[in-house]
């Protein structure tokens, strides 16, 4: 098993920057081959935003988030962390860390069996 825990949401105005985090524990090494972020607004679909393989060579994101997300991981603190920047309302939603057994589960959510419980961004303008 897997457990992870997210944390940095919040509230910005349009422009501005956040930086959530996901903690992970249990039986990281084997059960978290990738992982991701994840974001639900009210009445949509869970999309990925982006995914980050364990070594960290392989990294993918959503169109919508080039160029102004980043993904990335402490492996030594089984770690991973997504700065956000330039920041839009449409970001506004529940983001969800999660993890995969895959070796290429990329933004796929059916690739991924562990999930956070969430933290909420909100974007004002």
């Known amino acids: 098993q897997v457990q992870l825990v997210e944390s940095g949401g919040g509230s910005v105005q349009a422009g501005g920057s956040l930086r959530l985090s996901c903690a992970a524990s249990?039986?990281?090494?084997?059960?978290?081959?990738?992982m991701g972020w994840f974001r639900q607004a009210p009445g949509k679909e869970r999309e990925g935003v982006a995914a980050?393989?364990?070594?960290?060579?392989?990294?993918t994101y959503a169109d919508s988030v080039k160029g102004r997300f980043t993904i990335s991981q402490d492996s030594a603190k089984n770690t991973i962390f997504l700065q956000m920047n330039s920041l839009k309302p449409e970001d506004t939603a529940m983001y969800y860390c999660?993890?995969?057994?895959?070796?290429?589960?990329?933004?796929?959510?059916?690739?991924?069996?562990?999930w956070g419980q969430g933290t909420q961004v909100t974007v004002s303008s």
């Open positions: 999660a993890a995969s057994v895959w070796s290429s589960a990329g933004l796929t959510k059916d690739n991924y069996v562990y």
């Open positions: 980050i393989s364990r070594a960290g060579v392989s990294t």
């Open positions: 249990g039986d990281t090494y084997y059960r978290r081959t990738y």
